[in-house]
């Protein structure tokens, strides 16, 4: 396949030069920054997010299922590159670089396919995966995922429509295979919160929300209990 090829005005070069633009005019030192950021800075970001959402998780009621679904944020990812695999092989869509010349390219000598992207992919897979198990912290992934997105097109590596294709594949593994991916991991999380490691799913002394309530709720009952029974004899001490 050619390669997403279009007869007439292309609304998709149209947002490349218009992005790619800002890079011709932008000093050195930011081109230099958003290369940096685009390539390596926001994933690695997004592990730091995934490690932070970890460490919160383990300390709330029902650690396991919620650590169950931290873990399958990296893995929709890795699944969602593993299924770009084939998609990039058909389109075989060229880098825009080849294809249009005067534009700033921030990182030259990539030569594989553009279509989609993988960075947009796997930034956008971990994001909705964060979102499923946690929305404060997906929200922010989602957020570093759009910057991924405008970063790829900043540099003149990819068409917005591969950043899209890339939002749209992740979402869609992340989506749709979050239930079964919860099905699996919840048991392995379970497991482990039983075993020497259980530090890796709940935090030493954090219990399920259940348990706190009802031992708290005993607690009190027992407590008024007694009171009542104080008060009593102290009414028959008096008469």
Known sequence: MAGLALEGPNPDVDVLDGINGLAKDAPHWVNKAMEYIGEYGIIAGLAVLCLIAWWSAR??????????????????????????????????????????????????????????????????????????????????????????????????????????????LGTAVALLLAPLAQALLVPVTTAIARSKLAWLVCAPGAGTGAGQDGEGSRVVATGSAMRGGHKERDKDLAA
């Not at 590159?81 to 990039?88: G, M």
């Open 59 to 168: 300390r709330n009621p029902g650690a396991p299922a919620a650590v169950a679904g931290l873990v399958w944020a990296p893995l929709a990812a890795g699944i969602a590159l593993l299924a770009n695999i084939p998609i990039r092989s058909f389109v075989e869509r060229p880098r825009p670089f080849k294809e249009h010349a005067g534009l700033e390219v921030l990182i030259p000598g990539k030569s594989d396919f553009s279509f989609v992207s993988d960075h947009a992919t796997l930034t956008m897979a971990v994001g909705v995966g964060l979102f499923i198990a946690h929305r404060k912290f997906g929200l922010v992934g989602i957020l570093l995922a759009l910057a991924e997105g405008f970063c790829r097109v900043y540099m003149g590596v990819h068409y917005p429509t591969d950043v899209i294709g890339g939002f749209a």
